[in-house]
Nanobody, 124 residues
Framework: QVQLVESGGGLVQPGGSLRLSCIVS????????FGWFRQVPGKEREGVSC???????YAKDDVKGRFTVSRDTAQNVVYLQMNSLKPEDTGVYYC??????????????????WGQGTQVTVSS
């Protein structure tokens, strides 16, 4: 079975950092795309950052230079490093996997598997 389990969320002050982890089981990191999505109350789930099967990452404009997605194939973990956090970064962050995508898709409909989400709250 395929499982994605996120962890690493929590409460952090503006300007702080968090690293989210997505532990993947039953599914290889090779040849597959992984995305991080964020959802807040009253809003649709939006793509934040992703990495394709080729390994090259993508990040939306307002998090470029602050958020970095990476993958550790040995540990089977996908990470989202979040630095210089802002209150508008607050939300539930989800890890998702898309099969056999070289370049990661940007919309949630293209992803096959999802984690349960982890809450990130940026507040003073």
């Amino acid at each position: 079975q395929v499982q994605l389990v996120e962890s690493g969320g929590g409460l952090v002050q503006p300007g702080g950092s968090l690293r989210l982890s997505c532990i993947v089981s039953g599914f290889t990191l090779d040849y597959n795309a992984f995305g991080w999505f964020r959802q807040v109350p009253g809003k649709e789930r939006e793509g934040v950052s992703c990495v394709g099967g080729s390994g090259d990452p993508y990040a939306k404009d307002d998090v470029k230079g602050r958020f970095t997605v990476s993958r550790d194939t040995a540990q089977n973990v996908v990470y989202l490093q979040m630095n210089s956090l802002k209150p508008e970064d607050t939300g539930v962050y989800y890890c998702a996997a898309a099969s056999f995508w070289d370049i990661c898709p940007k919309v949630p409909e293209e992803y096959d598997y999802w984690g349960q989400g982890t809450q990130v709250t940026v507040s003073s």
